[in-house]
């Protein structure tokens, strides 16, 4: 497809990589000449120094034959009129980056007045993701499908845990309601058979309905991780840490802010009268004394400082009682901060485009079916895919067992109405199915990308219960 990205900040860099590994037709446009010059040297696009709302600079980048128009400046109102103007130019598809909690509110009357296909607030977006972790402190990363229903938990092994040693096929811990969906072990990734073993430091991702994780997470030992949170510090309030104390306050969670800048906290104090609002500098061990860290359930780093942030985590680890996030914006050394063995990591420009790519990829499709959820795992090696079956699919009826599924792909569920289905070999697709596919392989569009046509029918391993249970 034909796609223009305007601006080239953060998330604009991080759509444009991987919009261009996917092999679409990517032009970028920005104001400044050397961002544009050093996207363009990177990846195999076309860069053009403008104003996005210049109608000559959207000319020159081709928009009446443009398919999707993506604008991630740092201007929300830059953003909206981008959209406003590529849709009236070309009809084409519009996505714009909406930041301002003014527009919060208003952000679906906004869209549908404006005519945009969809709006998206990266720290909005980010909040939502600490919710779900601190809701589940056991969990490195939560991932949901099936709007919600289902969500993929990724967490380390502790030490001592009964899952250890344990093959995957004689596994008493995983049943018809857990499954095992890829590994990650000294920086290699595993997607599991049934000889697979876990070991203490091993990264897992298993599958599940939430009400059944708990349960799950118990029986292996995660007890002490399981604490419900009641309380959270947030050092630092940005927008995404104002979303957050408002989301955690509407969910009965106490919140407690430590903000340096005095200015922001009278702000704070009207905005969010619930919480408790410091003035204080939070890299300081005295006023964390102070403000009594060790109380806590859980922490939030989310100064301006990425580095601050990590050093700030790493200090709090073990003194936070249930969960501790760190939120990087800016930093690109992920080998470096994965060695650092941080609790969460929350990165709102990964997630922005990993939702952006979700939408690319659902309108590329021409097929039987198409992503409604898409995440990138694990350092953007593993995918996890959410693909909803329509009644042209060429796979309904079609057993599992005999289709000729790529290696290292995974069928991790399937989703049938009000049932959650870890399927077997016997099992098949069938219309209005959402169907969850864990696979290291890179660039699945349709259901049908599962399929490897080159090679003979071969038994599928990891597609079928391989725990002897005889299903």
């Known amino acids: 497809m034909q796609i223009i990205v305007v601006g080239c900040g953060k998330i604009g860099k991080a759509i444009t990589a991987q919009l261009s590994e996917e092999d679409h037709n990517v032009t970028v446009i920005d104001t400044n000449a050397e961002r544009v010059r050093a996207v363009s040297l990177s ?30 400046t740092h201007s929300d109102e830059v953003n909206l009129l981008c959209c406003v103007l590529a849709k009236r130019t070309s009809g084409c598809k519009t996505i714009a980056r909406v930041r301002n909690p003014i527009y919060s509110q208003g952000h679906d009357y906004i869209r549908r007045v404006l005519d945009i296909s969809m709006t998206i607030n990266p720290e909005h977006a980010a909040a939502r993701e600490i919710i779900k972790l601190l809701r589940f402190p056991s969990a490195i990363e939560i991932n949901s499908f099936a709007k919600g229903r289902i969500e993929l938990f990724r967490f380390k092994v502790p030490e001592g845990s009964l899952i250890i040693g344990e093959k995957l096929r004689h596994s008493s811990f995983l049943n018809d309601d857990v499954l095992l969906c890829a590994a990650e072990r000294d920086n290699n990734i595993i997607i599991p058979d049934g000889d697979f073993s876990a070991e203490a430091g091993d990264v897992l991702s298993v599958i599940s309905l939430p009400s059944k994780a708990i349960s799950f997470f118990d029986k292996i030992g995660y007890h002490k991780r399981a604490n419900i949170v009641k309380s959270t510090m947030i050092i630092g309030c940005g927008e995404m840490s104002y979303y957050l104390a408002q989301m955690l306050i509407n969910s009965g969670i106490s919140v407690k802010i430590i903000e340096i800048n005095r200015e922001r906290c009278e702000k704070l104090c009207s905005l969010i009268p619930q919480a408790s609002i410091i ?117 309904i009826g079609t057993k599992l067992l005999d289709m000729n599924i790529k290696d290292n792909t995974l069928i991790a569920c399937i989703s049938r109405g009000n049932d959650f289905i870890i399927p077997s070999g016997n099992d098949t697709f069938m219309p209005d199915d959402s169907v969850i596919v864990v696979t290291s392989n890179h660039g699945f569009r349709d259901i049908g990308d599962i399929v490897d046509s080159r090679n003979p029918l071969k038994e599928i391993s990891g597609f079928i219960n391989d725990r002897g249970t005889g299903r």
Do not use: W
Request: charged share 25%.
């Open 43 to 72: 990846y195999d696009i076309m860069g053009i120094v403008g104003n996005g709302t210049d109608f000559e600079v959207l000319s020159d980048a081709d928009i009446e034959h443009t398919d999707i128009l993506i604008a991630v």
């Open 279 to 395: 003035n204080g500098d939070g890299s300081d061990e005295a006023v964390l004394k102070e403000e009594h860290l060790s109380d806590m359930d859980s922490l939030v780093t989310s100064t301006g400082i990425d580095e601050e942030n990590i050093i700030l985590a790493l200090y709090a680890k073990d003194k936070v009682k249930s969960k501790v996030v760190t939120k990087i914006s800016h930093l690109e050394f992920n080998d470096v901060v994965k060695s650092l063995n941080l609790d969460s990591v929350i990165n709102p420009k990964y997630i922005t485009s990993e939702t952006i790519l979700q939408y690319v990829r659902a309108m590329s499709n021409t097929i039987g079916s198409n992503v409604e959820t898409l995440y990138r795992l694990m350092d953007d090696r593993v995918e996890a895919l959410e693909f909803h079956i329509h009644d042209s699919c060429g796979l």
